[in-house]
């Protein structure tokens, strides 16, 4: 299983920032041109790069109005950051909650439509989710051909290929990339090849994977997007290790630590560190796999993860009890 997709690509719902944020149903109908700008939390919380995140968003909540345009626009943050951090109950509580309410910003609903969706599927809810992507999938394809934005197809894209439409999600991913060659962009290089090789994965295609995910990378990299950063690096990571390239999987995912913050990105800090264990087995090396193995928080990871944890600390029970 791959440790950053089994849920779908790490492709999140991402706001379009336009002068009145794409409030009013005019702004469908050719009054704004294609977005300026796309954000999501990350970038947002940069303004206090001191102060973590959930937090800054919760106290600026705490500051606006109810339904007003910048509380949606902080709502939307918040979703972003609990998709971002695996905080998945909660989303689906806070989707369920926002999607109660009768007057909600066109792009606000598809946000909340796409995560739905994705929180549904993760539960086995399928029908209701297929629903919810269904809505997302028809009202992100009307965005795309009203403003042509290149992360609007990304989207669809992704929604059809986490609910197994992989051949149409090819398709739209060749749109993107030969109508947007020339973007220079590196969340577009780096959304388009993550979800590029989404396809390539689910079809077995794990060395044409490989190469889509190392694009992503390069992509990303120079943009100082943390988050996509470490994304990044643990999909190409776990893809070569899937390849049984086990060396250059563990400098992937080591290269990944020194962009981790303990504080803000426990599970994916986590996850790492236990497939170093893992690797680090693989590669007949018990002492760094031990090294590794003790420094994971277990309480932080989900069912699968734990399992993969309870499995290496039964591998090495003579080797722990040795260590103080």
Known sequence: MVDWVKNGSMMKKRLVVLGPW??????????????????????????????????????????????????????SYQLDYLYDKHQFAALLQQTEQLLQQPALPPVFRIQLYFYHAKMLKSVGRMTQAR?????????LSDMY??????????????????????????????SAEQRFAKSKDPVFGFELNSNKAL????????????????????????????????VAYGNLARTYQLLGQYGLAASY????????????????QATHLLRLAELYGQ???????????????????????????????????AQQQKTP
Not at 131 to 139: G, I, T
Not at 286 to 311: C, I, M, S
């Open 131 to 139: 629903h919810y992507a269904d809505l997302a999938a028809a009202q």
């Open 253 to 268: 995912y080591e290269k990944s630590l020194a962009y981790l913050r303990p504080d803000i990105d426990a599970f994916q």
């Open 22 to 75: 794409l409030l009013s149903a005019g702004l469908y109908c050719g009054q704004a041109k294609a977005a300026e700008h796309l954000s999501d939390h990350e970038e947002f919380c940069r303004i206090e790069p001191a102060t973590p995140c959930l937090q800054l968003l919760q106290r600026q909540l705490a500051d606006v109005t109810p339904q007003s345009v910048q509380w949606f626009k902080l709502t």
């Open 199 to 230: 396809v390539q994965h689910a079809k077995g295609q794990l060395e044409a994977a490989a190469y889509s995910r190392k694009l992503a990378l390069d992509a990303i990299l120079p943009s100082g997007q943390n988050g996509k950063i470490i």
């Open 145 to 174: 051909q009203a403003f042509a934005d290149p992360l609007r197809i990304l989207e669809l894209a992704n929604l059809q290929a986490v609910f197994g439409a992989h051949d149409k999600a090819w398709a739209l991913l060749l």
């Open 283 to 317: 590669l007949q090396d018990p002492a760094t796999a031990l090294a590794y193995l003790q420094r994971v928080d277990a309480k932080v990871l989900g069912p699968y993860h734990l399992e993969l944890y309870q499995q290496q600390r039964q591998l090495r029970p």
